[in-house]
């Protein structure tokens, strides 16, 4: 029997919940961004007209003006997105237990355990859950209906605004092999350039691949996007209420002026390490490695990451390897405008270990102090808050400056 899966997105989630309170705005272009004076000046969500001048979200301020000069901007309030967000998915759970959010503004909802209750056509319930939200809390839905995530996603994206499309098994190629991989989940820009240089460039022609040959292109995650452009993924609908396993731990910055200097990038990088560490340890977790994402002032990304010698959830050790990798990304004057520090490979505290090598086996004890220093630090932020006492800038452990 075939799953029923809806996959619900909110249409410009953050500017439909702005535009409630700005009725007057809902004819004129309008755009919610961050703020310009502290460097997080991009488009986070725009309304229907702005969409016509093709502005887009994710890029920055003056790039939209260039292509609306009368763009109406009006600034984020995330903890009203929030709200709205749970009044949402208050009302899909009316409709099952089963209700995974996938960010703030879609969820998915596998009703196929609950569908005779509801009248038992899906495309029915899709435009009922449509017309509700709207009625109850003036926002506007896209519904997908299919019998996999992948494809209920694919359906909520097919039609836009306040529309729902059925991907069923008599239509979904016809429907889907045309698109673009792109649209697919998944299927990052990075992916797409690299199936591009192959003749790949639709969903039907990646369906179409060798598992093998994909494999050896993309790893293992070639033949599971494979898999899912011929309608076979099984990846399950969880509840909100269940836990899911953390993959990795992060934190990123943007800076209020570039960092062009060794000592400023070293106090990014610690300040980003501490962070991580501190979560890390309060989740009970070990990084099996770390991934550094530097970020210069046109937007583009360089990423790197690195296997740890020891599973680690100390400040110091996340913020050596962080260095380390920073040192191979960037080379000082050049300007840094963000910096992103993610512990990898996590390990739930007891099944992490370290392999004794003889000709560093001294360094046990300077370990174990430096758990007890770092464990007291946590403890003194716990009673005293978080700003109550910081761990020292990262030095390096060597006299020569890794950036040099």
Not at 31 to 38: I, K, L, N, W, Y
Not at 332 to 347: E, N, Q, Y
Request: charged letters at 20%; a neutral charge; glycine letters at 8%.
């Amino acid at each position: 029997m075939d799953r029923v899966i809806l996959h619900c997105d909110l249409n410009c989630f953050y500017a439909s919940v702005e535009l409630l309170s700005h009725p007057e705005l809902r004819t004129v272009p309008m755009a919610v961004c961050g703020d310009p004076a502290s460097r997080h000046g991009i488009i986070l969500a725009k309304n229907e007209p702005a969409k016509k001048y093709g502005v887009q979200t994710a890029e920055t301020i003056w790039q939209a003006k260039k292509k609306c000069p009368d763009l109406v901007l009006l600034p984020p309030h995330h903890d009203l997105y929030r709200q709205y967000s749970r009044q949402v998915n208050a009302i899909y759970d009316t409709y099952t237990d089963l209700v995974e959010p996938f960010g703030i503004d879609e969820s998915w909802l596998d009703i196929t355990h609950t569908l005779h209750l509801l009248g038992g056509d899906a495309q029915a319930v899709a435009n009922q859950l449509r017309e509700r939200i709207k009625r109850e809390l003036g926002l506007t839905l896209s519904v997908g209906v299919s019998f996999n995530k992948v494809f209920a996603k694919l359906g909520s994206d097919y039609k836009k605004p306040d529309a729902t499309t059925v991907i069923s098994r008599e239509n979904w190629r016809q429907l889907l092999w045309p698109l673009p991989v792109g649209a697919m989940l998944y299927v990052g820009g990075a992916a797409q350039k690299l199936l591009h240089q192959y003749g790949v460039d639709t969903l039907g022609q990646l369906a179409a691949c060798k598992p093998t040959m994909l494999e050896t292109l993309m790893g293992k995650m070639g033949p599971q996007l494979q898999a899912c452009a011929n309608g076979q993924d099984q990846d399950p609908v969880r509840s909100r209420y269940e836990a899911e396993p953390v993959k990795s731990v992060g934190n990123g910055t943007t800076f209020p002026q570039n960092l062009t200097k060794p000592e400023q990038v070293r106090t990014g990088i610690a300040m980003l390490c501490d962070s991580v560490a501190t979560r890390l340890r309060h989740a009970g977790l070990y990084a099996g490695g770390v991934q550094v994402t530097v970020r210069d002032p046109a937007f583009h990304d360089r990423s790197r990451q690195a296997q740890l010698p020891a599973p680690t959830h100390l400040i110091r050790d996340l913020t050596a390897a962080a260095m380390d990798l920073t040192s191979q990304l960037w080379k000082p004057p050049t300007p840094i405008r963000a910096l992103t520090v993610t512990a990898i490979h996590l390990l739930p505290e007891g099944s992490a270990y370290e392999q004794v090598d003889l000709f560093t086996a001294g360094a046990a004890p300077q370990r174990e102090k430096q758990e007890k220093l770092e464990a007291a630090m946590a403890r003194i932020r716990g009673k005293f808050g978080s700003g109550a006492i910081v761990y020292g800038a990262a030095q390096p452990e060597k006299e020569e400056d890794p950036f040099s």
